[in-house]
Structure formats: structure tokens, C-alpha cells
């Protein structure tokens, strides 16, 4: 299996504090995308990175800011969680050519 | 924007059916992937397919790029295969992933 974790899996929070996600990799591999998973939505990009510093928007960006300071490690952080953030959130990598590997997810619940 | 669609959204079948699943997408594409998911589980590589066909035990995956489709067959069809099928496109770029929205699979005994 692919070297791919994902911390916490489980949060509760309150709305308005921050939480960070964080998704670790053991591969070496460039790319590292942030999603949610909603029902009826499907995966939706958050945030991805091409390289260490290099990170861009997705498709629902709003609310979210990630970093990248090295190779292994790609943080999503919720400034201010909002009851609209209640999500699984995954973590995904690939080299570019090869196939993607998912961490196990999180299910970040906001009250 | 590339539209991806996946059919049928929902399927039962009986254990040692032969299933398809299809997925349809709207413009030019460089790879397109096969993922499943368990419930409540993480979500698994499948294949990754730029043409033709791959197989991988009762697993085979086509794709034909002219016409925009690709399909995912299970041979003799078991209950462990229940789980989520999703279809997803690389467009090109870093951000070019789309996924379709899925089609739930369940097999009964």
C-alpha cells in the first residue's frame, strides 16, 4: 500500500475555531490534493500542491488555506470552521504518471 | 469545463452477474481513472487507463478515447464487490482531475 496517512480521522469541532488537517506521504511523490466528499457532490477539490511551496485552488477553495514545506507533508487549514465544512475530507498523491493513492479520510464534524 | 457522467447511478445485481458500469466525459483527456469505495472506507486505485484495456482478476476497464467513454465490467459478480464505483478524468495540468459522482454497486447473495 501506497504510504499515505491522514490525521486526524476523526474531529469534532465548534463553529469559528480553526482546525488543521493533516496528510503525510512516505512516496516521494510531487503532487498532493485536499477534497471533501459530500453526498449528491462527489469529490470536490479543495486545494492541490505541484511541489514544495507550490500549491493552487480548486473548485471550492473558499474558507480553506493549505501549506507545503516539504515534500512529505500537505496541511488543509479551516481559519474559522463553519457548519458548512461538516465533511469527509481526503488526501490524495500521485506521481503524475502513475495512479492516485487516497489517505483513509476524515470526518471533520462542525457544531 | 470537462463533464463527467457515470451510468447507472444505482445497481443491484445478483451475485455472479456480469456488471458494467460506464463513465462518459466531454473533452480531450490524457488518463482517466477507476476507483472504488467500500462504505464507509477509503477509496482504492482501481486502473489508470490513457487506452485500450487493462484487466486485473475480475476487474477490466476500457476506454475508448474517440468516443469519450470508458466502462468498468465485473466478471462473475460477488458480494465484496459492493462498494462505489467512481470515474475520473486528467485533463491535463496538475488540477486536471474530474471525478464523476459514482455509481453505487450492490451484489446479493
Known amino acids: 500500500d501506497a504510504g499515505i496517512t491522514q490525521s486526524p480521522r476523526h474531529k469534532v469541532t465548534e463553529t469559528g475555531t480553526p482546525v488543521t488537517l493533516r496528510c503525510h506521504q512516505t512516496?516521494?511523490?510531487?503532487?498532493m490534493y485536499w477534497y471533501r466528499q459530500d453526498p449528491g457532490h462527489g469529490l470536490r477539490l479543495i486545494h492541490y500542491s505541484y511541489g514544495v511551496k507550490d500549491t493552487d485552488k480548486g473548485e471550492v477553495s473558499d474558507g480553506y488555506s493549505v501549506s507545503r514545506s516539504k515534500t512529505e507533508d500537505f496541511l488543509l487549514t479551516l481559519e474559522s470552521a463553519t457548519s458548512s465544512q461538516t465533511s469527509v475530507y481526503f488526501c490524495?498523491?500521485?506521481?503524475?504518471?502513475?495512479?492516485?493513492?487516497f489517505g483513509n479520510g476524515t470526518r471533520l464534524t462542525v457544531t | 469545463k470537462n463533464e463527467v457522467e457515470q451510468s447507472p447511478q444505482n445497481l443491484t445485481a445478483q451475485e455472479g452477474e456480469f456488471i458494467t458500469i460506464n463513465c462518459s466525459y466531454s473533452?480531450?483527456?490524457?488518463?482517466l481513472h477507476w476507483l472504488q469505495q467500500h462504505p464507509g472506507g477509503g477509496i482504492v486505485s482501481l486502473f489508470m487507463l490513457s487506452s485500450g484495456k487493462k484487466k486485473h482478476g475480475r476487474l477490466i476497464a476500457t476506454i475508448n478515447i474517440q468516443e469519450k467513454h470508458s466502462s468498468l465490467h465485473i466478471t462473475a459478480s460477488h458480494p465484496r464487490d459492493s462498494a462505489v464505483y467512481i470515474c475520473a478524468v486528467v485533463v491535463g495540468g496538475a488540477d486536471g482531475l474530474t471525478f464523476g459522482k459514482g455509481t453505487h454497486l450492490i451484489i446479493q447473495p
Open positions: 473533452v480531450g483527456i490524457s488518463a
Open positions: 512516496e516521494n511523490h510531487r503532487y
Open positions: 490524495a498523491i500521485t506521481s503524475g504518471t502513475g495512479p492516485l493513492h
